[in-house]
């Protein structure tokens, strides 16, 4: 059942341990992101991932899987804990109905019970609804920009362009986060000191203007990655008709 914005549907998210689920978690990649085969993360992964400090969660509409999330285990060089959330699809028909939000609270829920501060995951940030959840619903920052994490791809949802991503740090249950996940706006460290904008409809450009869209798509990686150099962090974004803007100040 597809909804509004404003509008939660009626699914149920639950954890997953068993292999027929695993399967669904399979079949909704090949799915959401049209992977060729050697590009899906197969079913023993996701077993190990469920026994080793990971999770695997899915998102159930009746008895059909319809959106899924797992994350990995990982200890920093210093030795603290935290998870990385390496992958999270939702059918395209339920895009709009928030189920990537609550798994990603599922998610948070899980990591606070067991004492993990922090969630890592990485976005493309040519995705604006993306880092629009990511930022200003959640309350992630980015401080690492990564160029061509994964290497170009089969999926048509990245259009032939290099994987660079944004790597996104939840520090879970820190004031920013419950701020805003409790409804209120986020407290900002600084004034916002610079602005990285790309084209609202970047989707449109990378589908029918592959070269534009490449373009666009080095030149922010060269903002980003100098504001990173600089001690400045993405702590906010703002959507216009026109554009979707990361707001950077400095980060301690």
Known sequence: MAG???QVAPIEIRQLFHLPEFEDVLQLQKTIWSFADIELLPLRFLVVVSKVGGHVFGAYDGGVMIGFCFAIPGIKPDGTPYLHSHMLGVMPEYRNAQVGRRLKLRQREDAVARGIA???WTFDPLELKNANLNIEKLGAIVRRYARNQYGTTSSPLHGGLPTDRCVAEWWIDSPRVRA???GAPAVPVAA???RIAYPADIASIREQDNPRAR???EANAKKFIDAFSRG???T????SATEGTYLLEPWQ
């Not at 906010?236 to 959507?239: A, H, K, N, V």
């Open 232 to 234: 400045l962090a993405v």
């Open 118 to 120: 922090l969630m890592e």
């Open 236 to 239: 906010g974004f703002e959507r």
């Open 215 to 217: 373009e666009i798509q």
């Open 4 to 6: 509004s914005e404003a």
């Open 180 to 182: 805003l996940l409790d």
């Open 192 to 194: 916002h000191r610079e």
